[in-house]
């Protein structure tokens, strides 16, 4: 049984309805059939999606399992490495995954890279600077050629201008204004 979201398994892309790929891949492995090839697609999954805490759960409810642990411990490799805020060793790791056998496998890495690329690039701080002027520290951060970064700086750039984020910075400025206020009003009383 699969989802519209995963209509042959394993899916072709794990970007593409991630977080329904994810529902589906924890739903097989409470029936039973969570076999190593599900964990894998489910841990590329929740790291296109960035939830690595989820991701470490995965590893830990099977890293005693040799033939699961063997088929996730890349994968858990690149997540670790994430989570610590090891940049440089993220993409070595997914390049390992990504010159592997399994093209399949390479197709996932490469959208975890492209989902992580954009997370370590947030548009509020796009917005900010001047691409051009620290284009080479973002090429390395971003393990881009400089003028690879400069067009997808530039992208997400556009897509930060017409986008409704001012409306929703707005509204949590008023959230946070409103959370101290109600902090202060303790303290004072």
Same mark, same amino acid.
Not at 78 to 104: F, H, K, N, R
Not at 122 to 128: A, F, H, R, Y
Not at 136 to 148: C, H, I, K, Y
């Given at each position: ?12 892309? =794990?970007?593409?309805? !991630? ?18 090839? =599900?964990? %894998? %697609? ?18 830990? /409810? ?9 088929? $996730?411990?890349?994968?858990? +490799? ?15 790791? $997914?390049? =390992?995954?990504? *010159?592997? +056998? *399994?093209? $399949? #496998? ?12 954009? /997370?370590?690039?947030?548009? !509020? $701080? ?10 080479? !520290? #973002? ?12 067009? #997808?700086?530039? +992208? ?17 400025? /008023?959230?946070?204004? #409103?959370?101290?206020? +109600?902090?202060?009003? =303790?303290?004072? *009383?």
């Amino acid at each position: 049984m699969t989802s519209a979201a995963i209509a042959s398994f394993p899916p072709k892309s =794990v970007a593409k309805n !991630s977080a329904e790929i994810v529902n589906e891949c924890e739903y097989l492995e409470v029936i039973g059939k969570g076999d190593h090839s =599900v964990l %894998v %697609v489910e841990m590329a999954a929740l790291m296109v999606e960035g939830d690595l805490v989820a991701a470490r759960h995965l590893w830990r /409810r099977y890293r005693d399992d040799s033939i699961r642990a063997t088929a $996730l411990e890349p994968w858990w +490799s690149v997540a670790q490495c994430m989570m610590e805020w090891d940049v440089a060793s993220s993409w070595v790791a $997914l390049q =390992v995954i990504s *010159d592997g +056998s *399994d093209s $399949l #496998f390479s197709t996932y890495a490469n959208e975890i890279v492209q989902a992580y690329r954009t /997370r370590l690039a947030p548009l !509020s $701080l796009l917005k900010s600077i001047d691409v051009t002027s620290k284009v080479s !520290s #973002f090429a390395v951060l971003l393990n881009m050629t400089e003028e690879d970064c400069v067009q #997808f700086l530039n +992208s997400r750039k556009d897509t930060h201008l017409s986008s409704d984020v001012f409306q929703d910075m707005e509204i949590y400025t /008023r959230i946070v204004a #409103f959370l101290e206020a +109600s902090a202060n009003e =303790v303290h004072t *009383d």
